[in-house]
């Protein structure tokens, strides 16, 4: 017997040749006993963990036999009715999240329920943690919040500083399993939890559902050395899956590449799970970058086919300019200009929701891609 990616076993048998050569030999990074154990231990490093060492060992012990035998998802059931194997083991994890997407897919297509605006806030700095100050993202995401809470809009905050500053809350990276072939790439994401590897505690099962139930997305990020902070960059990730990822796990048999290699070639149709939402942008720098930023992430929203809420949704701005980081909330305090900016955005966003919930459709909507993804 071997074990898949999913730590299922299966009859080795022949082996499978069929579709295009799934390349391997990167080298493998199982660990030793002894290095497992040294790992593991340094989640106790406090002196308070040593009157319970010898219940930490016992823990130890069945952690190292859930990571040799690779027990990523120890509690699944049959997939059911719906799926191209129904008698397919799925992890329960994976199959709650599902039904979170579509509990909040419900609530998006209903027509008496309020418009709802999901605020990202990309920043991930926070005065709960080291920087002891709050970041100006979260000033200027509350700014766009009042603006559109004045609309009767429910507004969800995702303040994604809580990767920094709050307890065990964590998003895992992509592994990039769309690289070996769209299919592979499950829609929600089914690569975590994996409790094999202690890849635990991953707040993308919660994340998915709130982009779904938005009627529009407003990200409100700072620049960090030119790119995207990773808090943010770390959910643009694994949002992947958004964009063509698979909804049925048990048509690839689980984390088969072959068999995800063979699907995609035979025509794979890549679901947009978040189309046709509308989006605004607001990105702020210091010296350099507020631009590109602001392009990368507009193209990267408008290839999942968010819509675009105009000229008005669209800002980058510097606060401080090349001066100090000590006064930078003070220069935030003086430009009262960019404050109305960011309430124009979040107007600009609201009226495009209105907008496509009446009904109005944009002009390319009945146009055919004729170079689909």
Known sequence: MASDDDGRQHDQG???????????????TKLTREEFARRFRQRFHDPAFEGVAYEVEQVLDVAWTAYHEYRKSPRTRKAGPGFADPDFELPVEWLAARDAIHAAQREHDDPTLPSRLLLVCGAARSDETCPGEMSKTWRLAQLAREAAESADVIVDVLDLSHLTSAYSRFILPCKACVSTAMPLCHWPCSCYPNHAMGQVQDWMNQIYPRWVAAHGVLIVTPVYWYQAPSVLKLMMDRLVCADGGNPDPTSTQGKDPRRAKRLELAGWHYPRH?????????????????????????????????????????????????????????????????HEEVRNVARALVRQVWLQRAGREEPDAALADPRPK
């Open 14 to 28: 022949e082996p499978d040749t069929e579709g295009p050569e799934v390349r391997t030999g990167q080298g493998s």
């Open 274 to 338: 978040l189309a046709d939402r509308a989006f605004g942008v607001v990105v702020h720098g210091d010296t350099e970058g507020a631009d590109v930023l602001r392009r990368s992430l507009e193209d990267w929203l408008t290839d999942m086919h968010l819509v675009p809420a105009g000229r008005s949704a669209s800002l980058d701005r510097y606060v401080g300019y090349y001066e100090p980081y000590a006064t930078s909330h003070d220069a935030l305090d003086r430009d009262t200009a960019f």
